[in-house]
């Protein structure tokens, strides 16, 4: 059954540059999504800019942490 496979067996069948396309594209679409709700903060809130560094920062860090997580180090 698929779901008694390990997590990870399928990252021995992507090639490498299919991994470093996958990271990329979380940490972009985390960065662009975060700062897009920061950006609707920021208007909200009419705090300057501020929301939206704060969102960039988030949607990074989440990037990061799904990078992390679906591909495994």
């Not at 997590?7 to 960065?31: C, F, K, Q, V």
């Not at 705090?47 to 591909?71: E, K, N, P, S």
Request: charged share 10%; net charge negative.
């Amino acid at each position: 059954m698929a779901g008694d496979q390990p997590p990870n067996e399928h990252r021995n069948s992507m090639s490498d540059a299919h991994l470093g396309w996958t990271a990329l594209s979380y940490l972009i679409a985390g960065i662009g999504f975060w700062g897009f709700v920061g950006w609707l903060a920021d208007h909200w809130l009419r705090t300057d800019g501020i929301a939206i560094g704060v969102g960039c920062i988030l949607g990074a860090g989440a990037g990061i942490y799904l990078t992390m997580r679906r591909l495994g180090a």
